[in-house]
């Protein structure tokens, strides 16, 4: 990621060419261009690939919930009682479907937002306007931008000439915004000036309405407005004490980051360690639920000294399934 003193919209241009070692008549040097991409990357969102349907699918499978009904389904089917594990079956179908079909849909929108960037930009290179592909775009190049373009990755504008962005992607304005170089930002708080107000800039995946610009990229991928959206959709962020490397951490750090990992897995499969804090709490209450079911259960096979009959069966059933009504009811 880029390093700047402040946020760029209140730096001058000078200031970040500078930081970024980059010239606004000639842009970057083949060499730096090639240093750059190895430092920040590609300029592209992180989860591109599409959709996977059957990724999405054991999500739902491996909700709390859902687990502890298949179980509690497993055991009407085992002792016969057709009825009540129908009834669980359909409570389960319909649990994952819906899921299934909210889930699917969020992930589309991911997939949206990542295909609003654009395919091809026109950056100043060695001293010669160059179109590359976006994701080779790095931080310092100078971009040229006109009617028509989508914008490939956040710029501080330096050279506008009319300049209209429509940024409804990051705003929700409707009204395309004109942009100003000559405003002076450099006493405005970061936190009091919006993305819409900080009218030196140009965002990535907004699209020229009007005239033509010239800026220097200064965030790219991940690092971008539209890309922190992506990021905070996502929720993803490794935590602390999972790197694998021995050399930064010592000679125990593989065994002990995968260890971290594997349970990091098995949480995650449970739903116990990401997502919503209400889900997690719900998730917790489950297996909380699932395990005085399962204590009841033994208790009713302890009254009749474990010899475990079809109605001796079907009775720890009801019994642990009066426990895991909440279960039923979240489902």
Not at 11 to 20: G, Y
Not at 62 to 76: D, P, Q, T
Not at 94 to 122: H, T, V, W
Request: charged share 20%.
């Amino acid at each position: 990621m880029a390093e700047f003193s402040k946020h760029p919209f209140q730096l001058s241009v000078k200031e970040i060419a500078d930081s970024l070692q980059t010239s606004q008549e000639s842009g970057l040097s083949s060499p730096q261009v090639n240093e750059n991409k190895t430092k920040y990357g590609e300029n592209k969102l992180e989860g591109e690939g599409g959709v996977k349907w059957y990724a999405v699918l054991l999500k739902q499978v491996s909700n709390a919930m859902i687990l502890v009904l298949i179980l509690a389904m497993a055991l009407s089917y085992g002792v016969q009682d057709f009825i009540e594990g129908g009834v669980i079956t359909a409570v389960i179908l319909l649990n994952i479907s819906i899921g299934f079909y909210q889930e699917f849909n969020a992930e589309k929108k991911m997939d949206a937002l990542r295909a609003l960037s654009s395919p091809i930009a026109s950056v100043l290179r060695n001293g010669n306007i160059e179109s590359v592909p976006s994701p080779e775009v790095v931080p310092g190049d100078i971009v040229i931008i006109k009617t028509g373009d989508t914008i490939p990755a956040d710029l501080r504008l330096f050279d506008v000439m009319n300049l209209e962005c429509d940024e409804k992607i990051l705003t929700g304005e409707a009204v395309p915004v004109a942009k100003d170089i000559d405003i002076d930002f450099s006493d405005r708080q970061e936190l009091e000036t919006g993305v819409g107000d900080r009218l030196n800039m140009a965002y990535s995946s907004s699209t020229v309405t009007r005239g033509r610009g010239r800026g220097v990229v200064v965030f790219t991928g991940m690092q971008t407005e539209i890309g922190r959206i992506a990021a905070s959709m996502q929720g993803k962020k490794r935590k602390e004490g999972r790197s694998m490397s021995r050399k930064k951490h010592g000679n125990l750090q593989p065994a002990k980051g995968a260890a971290l990992r594997i349970w990091d897995g098995i949480g995650k499969f449970l739903g116990l360690t990401e997502g919503t804090p209400l889900q997690i709490k719900l998730s917790k209450l489950a297996y909380l639920l699932f395990g005085l079911a399962i204590l009841l259960a033994l208790i009713v096979f302890g009254a009749n000294r474990f010899v475990v009959t079809n109605e001796t069966a079907i009775y720890a059933i009801s019994t642990g399934e009066y426990i895991l009504r909440p279960s039923f009811t979240q489902s």
